[in-house]
């Protein structure tokens, strides 16, 4: 393995913050998501495979999560209590043998897409065991061990305020990276984030679209930055509606004006998806007579940015030209224009190889498509599309069902990366090309079904190395938990 020199220096500032800060590691590798296009280095021996900055805090966390006394309790004690670490084990299992056997066992019998490293882009062939199908397990296990890492931290004291902090740091640093990739190419610079994209593959960066320069922050185009702002946007929103942080308040207007200026297509259409049950949430607090503050701040913003609107409309005819070329471009003929016919025929092809293996699939990593739960039936097939679906009733299904009364924080906390991990979903659904939903749905999994036994284990008197100490109240843990809100109103 080739180490790159970039990205040892980039986790080792980030490593620097949460020591100092004091945070613990998962702080650290929430944080380090924002870092789209960074590598640790290169692995020959994959076909070049350039695993992510991320696997790096990936093994603290599982090292920090294992490093304690009675450790095997604990883990029996998850999976006592959460039935989803049975599933989530039981998908890894299948995942892997799917990415050894199907490839081989449906050799030649249908086609696939695989991503070439030496310059042809994505291209088709016979279905044949790649190099993807050992990278893209192994990530899918990394994502499924740091499941189940969350779900033993999460029962210590002081967790749920670091995820809540790693939450906030990683959108933090995606804002910064957005605004000075943005900077760079309006002032004529060009990529000044060129170094920290060392992963290995195309980097779609210096590209306009309809005379507007696209963002790709820290990533490698502007889709995925797309996809990302989206997430933070559902985070900061969900947070501040719960809350009144102003902080979130401004790094979700910050997120917004980032996302519109992305010209990604996903971005826009996953807005307007998210956007529909924020309109009826408005909708019915206004039919209750019970409108929250947050909504009615929306509502207030209405007015004045339409009459602006139009009167920049009414004196500048002509100032609109570029922006409704550009949503004709990325949304109203998106499905036309090459690039959109190309991803409709690996979405195609991906259904069909789906009947050509009788339902199983031809294993993780073997072939790419552009939707989520395509990708999902492609290469997991019935079985493993069904464990998934089971993992995502629980995320939609949230905090509802908890024993007792949860805790107003704990409740901003786990509805907030719940957000953000079900508009990664959309955006996903939108573009991605895996059927793996990474860390950034298994973080939140593991957040919302440990939240949801918090008020009862508490009320209980939990064992020490459950929550806290049996002889503290109810309040006392999850004030541990939480620590104090940010920039709260």
Not at 130 to 151: E, K, M, P
Not at 189 to 195: K, V
Not at 442 to 462: F, H, K, Q, T
Request: charged content about 10%; proline content about 3%; glycine content about 10%.
């Amino acid at each position: 393995m080739q180490v790159s020199v970039v990205g040892a220096l980039i986790c080792t500032g980030i490593l620097a913050v949460v020591v100092y800060m004091r945070w613990s590691m998962i702080t650290a590798l929430i944080a380090s998501l924002a870092f789209g296009a960074t590598s640790i280095g290169s692995i020959t021996s994959l076909g070049g495979s350039s695993p992510l900055i991320f696997t790096v805090f990936v093994m603290l966390v599982i090292v920090a999560a294992l490093a304690r006394r009675g450790i095997w309790r604990e883990i029996g004690a998850v999976f006592v209590r959460i039935g989803a670490a049975w599933i989530v084990c039981a998908l890894m299992v299948y995942v892997c043998i799917g990415a050894v056997l199907f490839p081989r066992l449906f050799a030649g019998q249908t086609s696939a897409f695989v991503a070439s490293r030496t310059g042809r882009g994505v291209y088709e062939a016979a279905l044949a065991p790649v190099s993807g199908n050992i990278s893209q397990a192994g990530y899918f296990i990394l994502g499924g061990l740091t499941f189940l890492a969350a779900c033993l931290l999460l029962q210590r004291s002081g967790t749920l305020a670091d995820i809540r902090r790693g939450f906030f740091l990683w959108f933090s640093l995606h804002v910064l990276m957005g605004v000075l990739d943005l900077l760079g190419k309006v002032l004529g610079a060009g990529d000044i984030l060129a170094p920290i994209r060392t992963a290995n593959y195309a980097m779609l960066t210096q590209v306009t679209e309809a005379g507007f320069w696209r963002i790709a922050g820290a990533f490698s185009e502007a889709s995925a930055f797309g996809a990302e702002s989206l997430a933070g946007l559902a985070f900061t929103y969900t947070y501040w509606r719960k809350t009144g942080s102003k902080y979130a308040l401004g790094l979700g207007a910050a997120l917004f004006v980032l996302l519109l200026l992305s010209t990604s297509s996903t971005a826009y259409v996953g807005l307007a998806i998210v956007s529909v049950p924020v309109f009826f949430s408005i909708v019915k607090s206004l039919a209750s007579g019970r409108l929250r503050s947050a909504e009615a701040l929306l509502i207030a913003l209405l007015p004045p940015l339409l009459l602006s609107a139009m009167a920049a409309g009414l004196f500048y005819p002509h100032f609109f030209d570029p922006v409704l070329q550009l949503f004709d471009t990325t949304v109203v003929n998106k499905l036309t224009s090459a690039s959109g016919q190309e991803r409709s025929y690996w979405n195609y092809k991906s259904l069909q190889s789906f009947f050509d293996t009788g339902g199983l699939g031809v294993g993780l990593g073997s072939s790419r498509a552009s939707s989520w739960p395509i990708a999902l039936l492609s290469q997991l097939g019935l079985f493993g599309t069904a464990m998934m679906a089971v993992l995502l009733a629980m995320l939609v299904r949230g905090l509802r069902g908890g024993r007792g009364r949860i805790d107003t924080e704990v409740d901003a906390i786990a509805s907030s990366v719940r957000a953000c991990a079900l508009a990664a979903l959309v955006a996903a659904s939108l573009s991605s090309g895996s059927a793996d939903p990474g860390i950034v749905f298994l973080i939140p999994l593991a957040v919302v079904l440990v939240s949801r036994r918090l008020p009862d284990d508490s009320a209980a008197g939990a064992p020490a190395r459950t929550l806290q100490h049996s002889r503290d109240s109810s309040e006392d843990v999850i004030q541990s938990q939480v620590g104090t809100v940010p920039g709260r109103a």
